[in-house]
T-cell receptor, first 115, second 112 residues
Framework: EAGVVQSPRYKIIEKKQPVAFWCNPI?????LYWYLQNLGQGPELLIR????????DSQLPKDRFSAERLKGVDSTLKIQPAELGDSAVYLC?????????????FGPGTRLTVL | AQSVTQLDSQVPVFEEAPVELRCNYS??????LFWYVQYPNQGLQLLLK??????LVESINGFEAEFNKSQTSFHLRKPSVHISDTAEYFC??????????FGKGTRLHILP
């Protein structure tokens, strides 16, 4: 069974440029998460989807970040425009449903460097 | 609010020696605790979890953790480490708002 797929694995852009990350969750998983992992820190939730609905986007900086999950499967996270402080690893995870009893499976992440 | 404190950012240990990675949590609701492992250039993987029942939980590769309610701790232990255990380990607690709150991580260095 394929795991969570993310692309690209690495991205280098100049500040003020836009960037997009793509995530394909495990087949059949209804819940999808985007996390931000800064260097030396644990992951922090940006947004959680239940199917195609964003049920928790309280930590998403909405002035420059946006996300979508069309048809409740793949998801895209966008930053426009990128800032130097956005350099980090962006992780996607999925689970069958939300709740502590449903294991979250993580993708390998996209490492973003903003110059 | 829930929070997790991992007291050590890095732990060096000789191969075949025992190791303990410390984790303390703060939670005002039912406690669900996790340890995740992140190998170099890979995503996080669930190592073990405490949801209910026995306070001692084990992983398939020899790690164990014990939920200690009185000390609000969930320390991770292994009696004999291998070079393949080199990774970063994250302790986490499940929050009341359906969020996993992660600690800052502990980098385990295995010395030959």
């Amino acid at each position: 069974e394929a795991g969570v797929v993310q692309s690209p694995r690495y991205k280098i852009i100049e500040k003020k440029q836009p960037v997009a990350f793509w995530c394909n969750p495990i087949s059949g998983h209804n819940t999808l998460y985007w996390y931000l992992q800064n260097l030396g820190q644990g992951p922090e939730l940006l947004i959680r989807y239940e199917n195609e609905e964003a049920v928790d986007d309280s930590q998403l900086p909405k002035d420059r970040f946006s996300a979508e999950r069309l048809k409740g499967v793949d998801s895209t996270l966008k930053i426009q425009p990128a800032e130097l402080g956005d350099s980090a690893v962006y992780l996607c995870a999925s689970s069958l449903n939300s709740g502590a009893y449903n294991e979250q499976f993580f993708g390998p992440g996209t490492r973003l460097t903003v110059l | 609010a829930q929070s997790v404190t991992q007291l050590d950012s890095q732990v060096p240990v000789f191969e075949e020696a025992p190791v303990e990675l410390r984790c303390n949590y703060s939670s005002s609701v039912s406690v669900y605790l996790f340890w995740y492992v992140q190998y170099p250039n890979q995503g996080l993987q669930l190592l073990l979890k405490y949801l209910s029942g026995s306070t001692l939980v084990e992983s398939i590769n020899g790690f164990e953790a014990e939920f200690n309610k009185s000390q609000t701790s969930f320390h991770l232990r292994k009696p004999s480490v291998h070079i393949s255990d080199t990774a970063e380990y994250f302790c986490a607690v499940y929050g009341r708002d359906d969020k996993i709150i992660f600690g800052k991580g502990t980098r385990l260095h295995i010395l030959p």
